[in-house]
């Protein structure tokens, strides 16, 4: 082994050394939502005592105790601000996380193992936001989050669309010409078959593409790639092999932000969810109401709810203020069986 390998073993070492504090630090938020003062020294003391124990012979429990001091004083400081949080689906440089920090980059990012954890999460405030994809111009429908609308009280107090654009990505120093295998999310590869193809790479189907970044860097396979958001590759130390990777340009993904309580702003969009009759011409009444107001539909979608029936998702464009909004509203609560409306918000594109 020479010191050059040794030198970028410390690296990786270093790269997951400041992933952790960061988790601990997010971990330190949410903590703060269940206690009522941010000091706790019986806290403190217990783990300065665990730490002091387990203390090892290169690292002694003085340096242990000095090191999770400066934690405890980074964790309070974090605690004593008011710092809105955005769970979002997936590892740290997921798309969702590109599209949240596009929303609000002073939002503290926390990731979620699944979709229904956003929800729940939102729904008892654990967090003050959620971030979910709805649909994507290639994959079409998250029939999932798309699901959970319907069955979770939370409401939309904003939209963003982003533009998705894979990388491949490597650990540091890798030889392009070495890696055989590419790992990502299977819709991911879809997107890149070209590429994987034009230069011989083998996709390897993997549970979501930051988290096959963070995989390479964790395990530091030089013969592998990745197919992730450049925000990934970055956060996770890989180089950059090769930039826009994906076969269409026209790859782009919607993304709604949701909250507890409803957003009060007169916003430019609105979304709304109801179900109708089983009987024909029930949705061509409902339809028929926002070409008569002449308010412009940008999206209906039909989901299986109940056995048998189906919840219709419609967004369409118009303010809380506007009279003719107004009225089709109201129209609705007859003319449908259930009616709720998502919320009026701000759509954002970029």
């Known amino acids: 082994m ?14 997951k050394l400041i992933q952790l504090l960061e988790e601990r630090m997010e971990q330190a938020i949410l903590a703060k939502r269940f206690k009522k003062q941010v000091e706790d020294t019986g806290r403190e003391q217990a783990i300065l005592d665990k730490i002091r124990e387990s203390a090892q012979p290169l690292v002694d429990g003085d340096f242990l105790v ?20 955005i769970a979002f689906q997936g590892e740290h440089g997921a798309y969702s996380e590109v599209a949240a920090k596009s929303w609000h980059p002073d939002y503290i990012n926390l990731p979620c193992a699944e979709f229904a954890d956003i929800f729940e999460g939102v729904r008892t405030g654990l967090y003050d936001y959620g971030i ?3 649909e994507n111009t290639l994959g079409g429908l998250v029939s999932q989050a798309n699901d959970l609308m319907i069955r979770t009280p939370l409401y939309i107090c904003g939209a963003i669309e982003i533009p998705i654009s894979h990388c491949l990505a490597a650990f540091e ?51 592998s790639g990745a197919i992730c958001s450049t925000l990934a590759a970055k956060m996770y130390n ?16 919607r993304f709604l932000i949701l909250s507890k309580e409803e957003n009060k702003e007169a916003g430019n969009k609105c979304s709304i969810v109801f179900s109708t009759a089983h009987k024909s011409g029930t949705l ?10 002449r308010l412009n539909l940008t999206r209906i979608e039909s989901i299986p ?9 419609l967004d369409f464009i118009g303010t809380r203020e506007n009279e003719k909004v107004k009225d089709v509203l109201a129209s609705l609560t007859t003319a ?5 409306v998502l919320g009026f918000y701000e759509e954002i594109k970029l």
């Open 66 to 85: 000095s090191l999770y001091q400066l934690i405890f004083r980074q964790s309070k400081a974090l605690q004593s601000q008011s710092l809105k949080t």
């Open 173 to 223: 120093g890798t030889d392009v010409r070495e890696i055989q295998d590419v790992y990502s999310h299977p819709q991911a590869l879809a997107q890149c078959r070209g590429f994987l193809s034009e230069n011989n790479l083998k996709g390897v189907h993997y549970y979501d593409t930051a988290g096959a970044a963070k995989m390479l860097s964790e395990k530091g396979l030089t013969n």
């Open 284 to 293: 061509f009444n409902v339809l028929e109401k926002f070409a008569k107001a």
């Open 336 to 340: 449908t069986e259930k009616f709720r």
């Open 132 to 134: 979910v994809p709805v």
């Open 238 to 253: 890989l180089d950059i092999m090769k930039e826009s990777i994906e076969d269409y340009e026209i790859n782009r993904t």
């Open 2 to 15: 020479s010191l050059e390998a040794i030198r970028k073993q410390i690296d990786r070492l270093d790269g």
């Open 305 to 313: 709810n109940e056995k048998g029936t189906y919840a219709f998702f």
